[in-house]
């Protein structure tokens, strides 16, 4: 008979439609993961995922943290611990020392990936390798903001320089201000909350030209693969979060994101992504994740996946070289919700017309929560909203009904001026 094939167990921090989409990758290879996530997490209901309840804290993410570096998690001595959420990064390289005593990590540089979580650095390496950036300026504090004031060109994103931090507060990403008034006022907002941020020209140009770059650098530097992907839209229109995108293939985003990532000498996973912008016809740097991505369903869908493969590295399983490797072109990942409220939205402004979406869709699509084999998560969270609209249906409903009264009492009232 055979040696017995050891495979570690897998903890994933963080994360939302690419944490599923990991604990599913891996799941179906028979390895067991475990996940340390928001109990409103799509992975908390996958089949292919064991929930790890964690004792309250001021944060959840605090008690994760104290998870894994104390002795309760003792039991997952010898487990792969991945990420793919931005506190996951920071988390793993602020603790790495610690970590690998009990854990498997995959490699990485500390000042890279705390460089590349802070934008205002990630856009100063690429000034330094002479990659084209969106303009940009520091915003320390007010004196700075105000010194540039005849430069700044609108609309302008107030950024912050850590986009975890600013959405736990704010609950987005950024906000886009038109006027030096309203930046002023927005700054001034941020403030308050003692959250750091830097300033940056909005690209012009059509969601449709936004694309980014898939790869892994090894301990030598080498790039192992190459995978890139465009968006066709988002919502909101021009600054939301992407519900519609095809895989492709770009040698042009290839060889900009590969003379960045070898300049700032990243190693691990790496996403890149940049925006053609009309003005001057130049693709030019929006961010760079050192991690797995919303997109990774349509990533291991295309034939590249991600999980299985930085799982195998680390644990040393023999595997097929991705260098190379052909994936699928032209699949899409396809959020329907999202994307019928962009057709709503381009069609108001008479930029789409609804024949022309739906051809638009007449492909097979990778939807990033629903599968038949794993339904559950799909049926929890569809579940939620919909009792969440008949909640807001109804809350209408008796305010209508007991408006009518309130108007009648007040006609009759003597006191009415």
């Not at 909350?193 to 940056?200: D, P, R």
């Not at 590969?258 to 190693?267: G, M, N, R, T, W």
């Not at 051809?359 to 794993?374: K, T």
């Not at 049926?379 to 009792?387: A, D, M, N, Y």
Request: aromatic share 14%; glycine share 6%.
């Amino acid at each position: 008979m055979g040696e017995k094939v050891i495979k570690p167990p897998v903890i994933v921090l963080g994360g939302g439609a690419n944490a599923i989409s990991i604990a599913r990758s891996l799941g179906k290879q028979g390895i067991k993961v475990y996940s340390l996530n928001y109990p409103e997490s799509y992975v908390r209901f996958s089949r292919y995922s064991e929930w790890i309840s964690t004792a309250p804290d001021n944060r959840i993410e605090e008690s994760w943290a104290r998870f894994l570096l104390s002795s309760e998690s003792d039991y997952l001595k010898g487990a792969v611990l991945l990420t793919g959420s931005d506190y996951g990064i920071e988390f793993i390289a602020l603790n790495r020392d610690e970590l690998q005593k009990k854990f498997i990590l995959d490699i990485s540089r500390k000042d890279i990936q705390m460089c590349l979580l802070e934008k205002l650095c990630t856009y100063e390496k690429a000034s330094a390798a002479g990659i084209p950036t969106p303009k940009f300026w520091k915003a320390e504090n007010l004196e700075e903001v105000l010194k540039h004031e005849k430069s700044y060109v609108y609309p302008l994103i107030v950024k912050p320089l850590y986009t975890h931090k600013f959405e736990s507060v704010f609950e987005r990403k950024y906000f886009l201000v038109n006027n030096y008034g309203e930046l002023l006022k927005v700054y001034t907002k941020v403030k308050q909350f003692n959250i750091a941020v830097m300033l940056v020209e909005k690209i012009i140009g059509p969601d449709d030209k936004l694309c980014s770059y898939y790869t892994y650098f090894d301990e030598n530097g080498e790039a192992l693969f190459d995978f890139s992907k465009r968006i066709i839209r988002r919502f909101p229109r021009y600054e939301g979060g992407a519900c519609y995108h095809i895989t492709d293939w770009n040698p042009e985003v290839r060889d900009l994101a590969l003379e960045y990532l070898k300049h700032v000498q990243l190693i691990g996973l790496a996403n890149i992504e940049f925006k053609r912008d009309d003005k001057d016809g130049k693709l030019k740097l929006i961010e760079c994740n050192a991690r797995f991505t919303a997109a990774d369903c349509l990533v291991a869908k295309s034939g590249f996946d991600l999980a299985i493969f930085v799982y195998n590295r680390l644990v040393g399983r023999s595997q097929a070289t991705l260098k190379g490797k052909r994936y699928k072109e032209g699949l899409h990942l396809w959020l329907p919700r999202e994307d019928f409220a962009s057709f709503k939205e381009l069609r108001e402004r008479d930029e789409l017309v609804f024949i022309e979406w739906i051809r638009g869709l007449m492909h097979p699509q990778v939807l990033p929560y629903f599968r038949w084999y794993d339904p559950i998560p799909t049926i929890v969270f569809e579940s939620r909203r919909i009792f969440r609209f008949i909640k807001k249906r109804l809350a209408r409903f008796f305010s209508l009904q007991k408006t009518p009264i309130q108007l009648k009492k007040s006609e009759h009232d003597p006191e009415r001026p």
